[in-house]
């Protein structure tokens, strides 16, 4: 009995130690963030450096409503490929498919997760840029690549959480649909897909953070110009693009607005999360 008590706090200290790293590794970020950050926001000046227009480090002029627009624009881009195109191949997979095509797309959805996103910006530079070149204005390197390329890459984790959540819904609740006279159909999107709606949220929320710190595969098809696009065809830069591609050289105030880059960037993203929580749980008071 005593050893069974002292196996249990041991458990019980280890998890505690697990959650204790994973707060301070959060902490240490926000505290390396805003204390690099919150200097040079200062030192530019707040208004300047969020709704400035123009980023030319040269001149210790440092805007970048151009890249935080790029950002929203291609994670926009990104939602509205990938949400619908995930949310229906979930509810395929988990209520609709065989087991033989099951075991089919399942391995392609695993697949799809583990390819870098490197290889995933070399498909978009190879292959959709020179269509996109070949069938629109512009050369092809654009917002509109950028979009269709982070929709594909957000796909896994939409597909797969969404499904986890459908397949987590009670069975009752699809066969008391039945008994009251509803088909296969309206059982699947009337019953289980409102019954998921809090794992399908996380989903999407998790693939919009992948969309919106993506950074390799964007750089090499966004084109990367620090300017407002005019168009889906122009060429945009975002505010991860825009700190990779400059922190190799970047000193002084240069390096310290790139961070104060990464501070707006996190708390965009913080900003973004509790739209989509409160979204969630405004459906599950619903």
């Known amino acids: 009995m005593a050893n069974h ?7 019980r200290i280890l998890f505690l130690a697990a959650a204790g790293v994973s707060i301070l ?3 240490l970020i926000c505290v390396f963030l805003f204390a690099n950050g919150v200097p040079a926001i200062a030192q530019i000046g707040l208004p300047d450096f969020i709704f400035g227009t123009t980023w030319r480090p040269a001149n210790d002029v440092y805007g970048i409503f151009p890249m935080i627009v790029g950002s929203i624009y291609v994670t926009a881009g990104a939602i509205v490929v ?28 695993e697949l799809l997760a583990g390819i870098p996103s490197v290889v995933y910006g070399f498909f978009g530079l190879i292959v959709m840029v020179p269509f996109i070149r070949a069938h629109t204005p512009g050369n092809g390197l654009s917002l509109l690549a950028a979009s269709i390329l982070l929709g594909i890459m957000i796909l896994p984790t ?7 959540a459908l397949d987590a819904v009670p069975q009752k609740y699809y066969e008391g649909a039945l008994a009251l006279g509803a088909n296969h159909e309206r059982a699947t999107f009337r019953i289980l ?5 809090s794992g399908i949220m996380a989903g999407i929320v998790l693939g919009v953070g992948r969309a919106i710190g993506e950074t390799m595969a964007v750089i090499m098809v966004a084109g990367n110009q620090p300017v407002i696009p005019e168009s889906l065809f122009g060429g945009v ?6 700190i990779v591609i400059e922190m190799g050289y970047a000193a002084d105030l240069h390096r310290g607005a790139l961070i104060a880059t990464g501070v707006v960037l996190f708390v965009f993203v913080l ?6 929580n409160a979204m969630k749980k ?4 619903r």
């Open 282 to 285: 405004r459906s599950e008071a």
């Open 158 to 164: 939409i597909i797969t959480v969404a499904q986890s």
């Open 25 to 27: 590794a959060v902490a």
């Open 271 to 276: 900003l973004i999360t509790m739209i989509f």
């Open 5 to 11: 008590a002292l196996k249990e706090g041991f458990a």
């Open 193 to 197: 897909v409102p019954a998921a709606t």
């Open 237 to 242: 830069r975002t505010m991860t693009a825009n």
């Open 82 to 109: 990938g949400v619908p195109v995930g949310l229906l191949c979930a509810i395929f997979l988990s209520r609709f498919a065989s087991k033989g095509i099951a075991r089919i797309l399942k391995p392609g959805v």
